[in-house]
């Protein structure tokens, strides 16, 4: 319902030809770790209550799963685990749900999703213009909660309303235009009201469902989930009607030769395709001006969109121009500047998904430290392991004061480790080592704790993208391992600590490796931006009008 559609046409008329593709190991990660966050949560609500639940046995086929579902709201179970409506033949409608409850003051049943990730945060602090409506996990009694904020899920209200839309074609569906979620933390359930999304879900579904049968086109265009997609760089192969040359062409051969549809990658590329330096949102807007190409970008001359909400419209332009020229960056200012100071600490961490940070990785002096656990998370050891790593990074800091020096620790898109320090001196709050709340803000706020990747957005316009795998290569750094990135690491951490085998040394050396690589690529970027890159990189005079 959210995602791209013309990867939901491609995967509706080419059903088979994936089959033989390696699925993502970052997917398939995810989704073993959504299928065991959804166990763990039934068997805690079940052993709270087992008379109120009727489980709907897994192993069943699609079919006798319906019906045992069908039977069990018939019967009017209080709780429902893992039940499956029936499909709807007219509609394509089909979908499973985690929790179907009883509403005992309505009548009907009220949707629970049970999903891995976060779906509240905590409120600091307490006035606020509004406060979501959640229920407490084994009982339900919604009302309106002050400690958390909502965090806004789109695609968890889509699923609700679609679950909702089924309930109440069987009449089955609770008056009340709600549905629930229990997310990652698991502590609550969030009540999402349903009244304001069901028209939207209306209006998406008929859209999708006539894009499935094919009664509606579609075009590539590039999108964040692009990233990930088997499309992207894989063409479905499926036959096509082709024009008279290439008809006369075969029969000339003498033989029947299928032409394929090219990978999204290859045909937005041969049609030098908007999104390839506007994607998402961006290329919907310049297509609402008749900007189709990169070309027709980069020869505007008009004055900017009055609906474009993207940044300053000229650097996108720019941009544009940019890639046409083969320019990775182009200079925002005439002069290139980073801090720096007599001290300089680069850090990069290592996560699992959400269960904890493992690795601390830094570089003082051209030497790597880590400060790592490999006990599998979540696990205590985490704790031992921040804590010295914050210890030895405050006791650096300390020292280059004392010694009346300037010192800077230096990251890479800070959202990462930024979550992560507060979310490890909330979780270990007390033991050794382990800073407080404030403490972690007082550093964090200060001029001393440096993100790059701000360095980089401020300074420069990108139009091959901002990550650190596209940057730093600029600057001439090289990872040693041609596999390295965020997803692979997923993979490579199971084998280390022995998720699902015998434990792997081999790849802590590699995460080691991968981690290493990182901090030293922060370290190369920092000292070009101070030195080589006003020179090396060309300015936005340069791509002028």
Request: aromatic share 8%; net charge negative; with cysteine.
């Amino acid at each position: 319902m959210i995602g791209c559609r013309h990867r939901l046409r491609l995967d509706a008329e080419n059903p088979g030809v994936l089959a033989e593709v390696r699925e993502d190991p970052g997917v398939q990660q995810r989704r073993d770790a959504a299928t065991a966050h959804r166990t763990k949560i039934r068997d805690e609500l079940v052993a709270a209550a087992p008379d109120e639940w009727v489980v709907i046995d897994p192993e069943l086929r699609g079919g006798a799963k319906a019906a045992a579902t069908m039977a069990a709201i018939e019967s009017g179970a209080a709780r429902i685990w893992g039940g499956l409506l029936p499909q709807e033949t007219d509609t394509g409608r089909r979908g499973g749900v985690e929790i179907l409850l009883r509403d005992e003051d309505r009548g009907g049943y009220i949707p629970i999703i049970v999903v891995n990730h976060k779906v509240t945060d905590p409120r600091r602090p307490d006035p606020a213009d509004f406060h979501p409506l959640t229920s407490n996990l084994f009982r339900w009694q919604p009302s309106r909660d002050k400690t958390v904020k909502l965090r806004p899920q789109p695609r968890d209200q889509q699923r609700l309303a679609h679950l909702y839309r089924m309930l109440q074609r069987y009449g089955m569906a609770s008056p009340a235009l709600i549905g629930g979620a229990i997310g990652l933390v698991a502590d609550r359930i969030l009540v999402h009201d349903l009244t304001n999304v069901l028209a939207d879900y209306d209006q998406r579904y008929a859209d999708r469902i006539a894009v499935v049968r094919g009664e509606l086109p579609t075009q590539p265009s590039k999108v964040p989930e692009c990233r990930q997609c088997p499309w992207w760089v894989r063409g479905p192969g499926a036959q096509r009607p082709a024009g008279p040359e290439a008809e006369g062409d075969r029969a000339a051969a003498g033989a029947q030769q299928p032409e394929t549809e090219p990978s999204c990658e290859a045909t937005l590329a041969q049609m030098r395709d908007v999104s390839l330096v506007a994607p998402g949102s961006r290329a919907d807007v310049l297509r609402l001006h008749g900007i189709e190409t990169v070309d027709e970008l980069a020869a505007w001359e008009g004055d900017d969109p009055e609906d474009w909400q993207h940044g300053p419209f000229a650097e996108t332009v720019v941009t544009a121009r940019a890639w046409i020229d083969g320019a990775p960056l182009v200079r925002r200012f005439e002069q290139v500047s980073v801090r720096r100071a007599d001290v300089e600490i680069d850090v990069d961490l290592e996560s699992y998904q959400e269960d904890g940070a493992y690795l601390w990785g830094t570089l003082l002096d051209d030497v790597y430290r880590p400060f790592v656990t490999w006990d599998p998370l979540p696990t205590e050891d985490e704790g031992r392991s921040f804590g010295e790593f914050w210890t030895w990074l405050m006791e650096r800091r300390a020292e280059a004061h004392a010694a009346g020096k300037t010192f800077a620790a230096y990251c890479y898109s800070r959202t990462a480790e930024d979550k992560w320090l507060y979310e490890s001196a909330r979780r270990f709050a007390g033991r050794p080592g382990i800073p407080t709340h404030e403490e972690v803000r007082a550093f964090v706020d200060s001029k001393e704790w440096v993100d790059m990747f701000q360095a980089v957005t401020e300074q420069f316009i990108c139009p091959n993208g901002k990550g650190l795998k596209k940057i730093a290569p600029v600057a001439g750094f090289g990872w040693r391992d041609p596999e390295a990135g965020g997803e692979a690491s997923m993979g490579w951490y199971r084998r280390a600590v022995g998720y699902d085998d015998a434990v792997d040394m081999s790849q802590r050396t590699r995460l080691f490796v991968y981690n290493e690589d990182d901090v030293r690529a922060t370290q190369v970027l920092r000292d070009w931006m101070s030195t080589r890159a006003v020179v090396e990189v060309p300015s936005l005079a340069d791509f002028g009008r």
